[in-house]
């Protein structure tokens, strides 16, 4: 049996999802759960998969991953793309949805984003051909990008433009998909599984507005 495989066991029976960190082989980080068609490194994933630092998750249109670490957890929408890096994830394009107390950072295009106190936040980023999209659901968030540092208030969306092209997953066209539209997107096993993690969002979950017609604007104010 491979040894991802039954590291996912190991997880799975021996371990606390807390503990995974501390408790699972050196290199296993996290655990990736399916919902789905969802690839892992371009091969299909099965339901429950052991995550390595530096391993891709890819979902479909018809389906949604949710990395599991230690105090954190990362819902990737359908039709995303996310290099899982340990203490980081990466998008590559697409949409997710962000929950940690062990404040989690999250990379897009050149823009890094991280709250700002190490406490429970949850926050969204998106990312299309044009623009990269910031939104924080609780807790306020510390975005770097290059040089530059700002402040995303809880509530509050920041849009901005995307300096370079291409990568190794190449990006989608069309907007990424947010809380309000996943259900209807996604299949059966997909909606029930957003619905599931987006139900502990609260109120303010404003779907990204991606207008590539306006880049760089600033913070907006949920409705």
């Known amino acids: 049996m491979p040894l991802r495989k039954v590291t996912s066991l190991l997880l799975l029976v021996v371990f ?3 503990l995974i960190a501390a408790d699972a082989p050196e290199s296993a980080k996290a655990l990736v759960r399916a919902h789905g068609k969802v690839q892992l490194n371009g091969a299909e994933s099965p339901s429950t998969m052991a995550l390595f630092s530096g391993d891709w998750v890819q979902t479909q249109t018809d389906s949604v991953a949710n990395i599991i670490a230690e ?3 990362v819902l990737v929408m359908p039709n995303a793309a996310v290099k899982f890096q340990g203490n980081l994830v990466e998008l590559g394009h697409g949409d997710v949805v962000v929950s940690t107390s062990r404040g989690l950072a999250a990379k897009a295009d050149e823009v890094t984003v991280r709250p700002t106190a190490q406490k429970d936040a949850k926050y969204e980023i998106a990312e299309n051909d044009s623009t990269v999209v910031i939104a924080a659901r609780k807790g306020d968030l510390t975005v770097t990008e290059g ?4 402040t995303v208030q809880e509530g509050e969306q920041s849009t901005r433009s995307r300096r370079k092209r291409g990568g190794a997953v190449p990006a989608a066209s ?3 998909i947010s809380g309000k539209t996943a259900g209807i997107i996604a299949g059966a096993a997909g909606a029930a599984a957003v619905g599931a993690v987006l139900a502990t969002t609260g109120n303010k979950h404003c779907p990204p507005q991606l207008s590539p017609s306006k880049p760089g604007n600033g913070p907006q104010q949920c409705p």
């Open 16 to 18: 606390p999802l807390a």
């Open 71 to 73: 105090g954190s957890s």
């Open 147 to 150: 040089d530059q540092t700002s």
């Open 174 to 176: 069309g907007a990424p």
